[in-house]
């Protein structure tokens, strides 16, 4: 257990002094029941230039044993001010023994940038394998979202890159339901890096 603490931790201080970018991967990858529904609170940081700490609470479900599926939104202070997103993940192969998951992700936002409003939709593939700490079950995940951010108002575009990493699990509170998320996500072409800290319950 005090690994995973340490883990959470240094995830943490790295992308605290970051900006957020990608709305994240969230509840996704973690094997909820079919037909389960999860609300989810973050808490998610934009510290560069123009930026400022917000909140975002997303809608998660599990239709089916393969699809996923959920919608958001955003608000915050700074340039990077609110957003509202939906998105899906589609399972390609399960996590069975020791083979991890494979998905496909899928996104559309909507979000406000500077006096400017974005649209943008992205593909993903995503990896994700569940592990034992201590006895205590968590689904470390990695995605990398290509995305297309169309900028209406000045008829332009530009392709954005980043790596997402995470970790998703039931809090360790007996007599409860709720889930931890922590997610950095790493700019790695024309994008911002940032964090985001959630905690889901189960509905």
């Known amino acids: 257990m005090k690994v995973l603490i340490s883990l959470i931790v240094v995830m943490f201080l790295f992308t605290v002094t970051q900006s957020w970018a990608d709305t994240g991967t969230g509840l996704l990858t973690y094997p909820l029941e079919v037909k389960q529904k999860t609300l989810t609170t973050e808490f998610t940081g934009v510290t560069s230039t123009g930026g400022g700490v917000g909140v975002q609470g997303r809608f998660t479900m599990k239709p089916s044993r393969q699809f996923s599926f959920d919608a958001g939104i955003g608000i915050a202070g700074g340039e990077y001010s609110s957003k509202l997103f939906v998105s899906g993940d589609y399972e390609i192969f399960p996590d069975y023994m020791k083979q991890p998951r494979f998905s496909i992700r899928t996104a559309f936002e909507n979000a406000k940038e500077g006096s400017y409003r974005k649209n943008i939709l992205s593909l993903a593939p995503v990896i994700s394998k569940g592990m034992s700490f201590w006895g205590k079950e968590a689904y470390p995940f990695a995605s990398m979202p290509i995305a297309l951010n169309l900028n209406n108002d000045k008829n332009t575009y530009r392709t954005t890159i980043d790596l997402n990493m995470g970790l998703a699990m039931k809090l360790p509170i007996k007599q409860s339901n709720l889930l931890g998320t922590i ?18 319950y189960s509905l």
Do not use: C, H, M, Q
């Open 183 to 200: 997610e950095t996500s790493i700019g790695l072409k024309d994008s911002n890096t940032g964090f985001a800290l959630g905690v889901a």
